[in-house]
């Protein structure tokens, strides 16, 4: 959790030097950036292998999305996608 405040409040005063020093896309930085304090709790509660780094914008877009909506049944048809893309 506290990565992630860190990440986030880089992301919010230098969007495109977070996404390099944390290796992020830009799109996601910016997502990242967007995120309050809530949706940032809600994303710590998925648990691994989740919570590795992807570096696919719509993967994240998606989770963001659901995450901010309360859609609890879109969070697990995603964390399924993810469990069957790191089963490779």
């Known amino acids: 959790m506290q990565y992630l405040i ?3 409040d880089l992301t919010r005063r230098d969007p495109q030097l977070a996404a390099t020093l944390t290796g992020l896309a830009d799109d996601f ?3 990242l950036a ?3 304090p809530y949706e940032l709790a809600q994303v710590t509660q998925i648990k691994l292998p989740l919570l590795i780094p992807r570096q696919e914008t719509w993967w994240w ?3 963001f999305a659901a ?3 309360g859609r609890a049944e879109e969070i697990a048809t995603i964390m399924e996608h ?3 893309i790191t089963v490779r």
């Open 6 to 8: 860190h990440a986030r």
């Open 29 to 31: 930085a910016y997502m």
């Open 34 to 36: 967007d995120l309050t």
């Open 61 to 63: 877009s998606r989770l």
């Open 67 to 69: 995450v901010r909506e």
């Open 82 to 84: 993810a469990t069957l």
